[in-house]
T-cell receptor
Framework: RKEVEQDPGPFNVPEGATVAFNCTYS??????FFWYRQDCRKEPKLLMS???SGNEDGRFTAQLNRASQYISLLIRDSKLSDSATYLC????????????FGTGTRLTIIP | NAGVTQTPKFQVLKTGQSMTLQCAQD?????MSWYRQDPGMGLRLIHY???????DQGEVPNGYNVSRSTTEDFPLRLLSAAPSQTSVYFC???????????????FGPGTRLTVL
């Protein structure tokens, strides 16, 4: 079983729609969680950290369920510029910068 | 600040050749790492360093060497290139280790390597 699993997609979603991605992780000792965004042929960039209580950044909402070892990302009112691959990322321990990446979910917003 | 820079952007090697991928950062980050990204595999950690003079192996270290003589530079050496090393290589850095939700890792633009 992969340490971090995501549905690879692709998700093809009309502009303005709401889309949700899910991610599961296998290491119950994992401490930190992130969503990164990667545009085609570019480097990954941090989209947002995921906190236990859930957090929101504009149109983006991230949720964490430690009991189910499940992370989600919700994008509301999707824009053409949201088209990218979204990477679920987990860090095992505080004080350890090593990250484990999911394979990514590809999103295409259709005009 | 330039952030994280990588050279070259593209490289074609023949099997058995050696080369060094360069990575530099100007943010005074202690932690630096090298990843490779292959289709369907996600990013996999090759080697990492928690500071100058300290390096350690990641998930897929075989066939690669690293050194960290300065805070700024973290070169990755391919000792004898193989077609299985055809990939996109990313270097990343982050600010000093500490508690909390975690510090953002900044990635370089990547090096696309093809081994024939």
């Amino acid at each position: 079983r992969k340490e971090v699993e995501q549905d690879p997609g692709p998700f093809n979603v009309p502009e303005g729609a709401t889309v949700a991605f899910n991610c599961t992780y296998s290491n119950s000792a994992s401490q930190s969680f992130f969503w990164y965004r990667q545009d085609c042929r570019k480097e990954p960039k941090l989209l947002m950290s995921v906190y236990s209580s859930g957090n929101e950044d504009g149109r983006f909402t991230a949720q964490l369920n430690r009991a189910s070892q499940y992370i989600s990302l919700l994008i509301r009112d999707s824009k053409l510029s949201d088209s990218a691959t979204y990477l679920c990322v987990v860090r095992a321990n505080f004080g350890n910068e090593k990250l484990t990446f999911g394979t990514g979910t590809r999103l295409t917003i259709i005009p | 600040n330039a952030g994280v820079t990588q050279t070259p952007k593209f490289q074609v090697l023949k099997t058995g050749q050696s080369m060094t991928l360069q990575c530099a950062q100007d943010m005074n980050h202690e932690y630096m790492s090298w990843y490779r990204q292959d289709p369907g595999m996600g990013l996999r950690l090759i080697h990492y360093s928690v500071g100058a003079g300290i390096t350690d192996q990641g998930e897929v270290p075989n066939g690669y060497n690293v050194s960290r003589s300065t805070t700024e530079d973290f070169p990755l050496r391919l000792l004898s290139a193989a077609p299985s090393q055809t990939s996109v290589y990313f270097c990343a850095s982050s600010s000093p280790l500490g508690q909390g939700a975690g510090n953002e890792q900044f990635f370089g633009p990547g090096t696309r390597l093809t081994v024939l």
